[in-house]
Nanobody, 128 residues
Framework: VQLQASGGGLVQAGDSLRLSCAAS????????VGWFRQAPGKEREFVAG????????YYEDSVKGRFAISRDNAKNTVYLQMNSLKSEDTAVYYC???WGAGYVGIDIAQSIRLYDYWGQGTQVTVSS
């Protein structure tokens, strides 16, 4: 599976961005997808996740109510709508995929080591 993240940019605090993650796999509907981010000097962290069919979503506490993850399996694409952006959202954002169907607990959904395929990352910079 090859993943390509796009949509990052430089915005002001309070603005919105939509990130996209395009996948190459013909069986993309069998993969759960997560968005992760890494700020300078910090470890990569989970942001949001979505089950293979799109019926279950997961969010890190600091983005709940501001970010929304969705997917269109017909287009092999997962989206991350980011609203009310804050300076602390500044990071490189990565999408990742793991084989798996149905519901899992958030401890599984947010576990970096369980994701086998990673995109190249897209920079999001929020100026205050």
């Amino acid at each position: 599976v090859q993943l390509q993240a796009s949509g990052g940019g430089l915005v002001q605090a309070g603005d919105s961005l939509r990130l996209s993650c395009a996948a190459s796999a013909r069986t993309f509907s069998n993969y759960a997808v997560g968005w992760f981010r890494q700020a300078p000097g910090k470890e990569r962290e989970f942001v949001a996740g979505i089950s293979n069919g799109g019926g279950t979503t997961y969010y890190e506490d600091s983005v709940k109510g501001r970010f929304a993850i969705s997917r269109d399996n017909a287009k092999n694409t997962v989206y991350l709508q980011m609203n009310s952006l804050k300076s602390e959202d500044t990071a490189v954002y990565y999408c990742a995929a793991r084989w798996g169907a149905g519901y899992v607990g958030i401890d599984i959904a947010q576990s970096i080591r369980l994701y086998d395929y990673w995109g190249q990352g897209t920079q999001v910079t929020v100026s205050s």
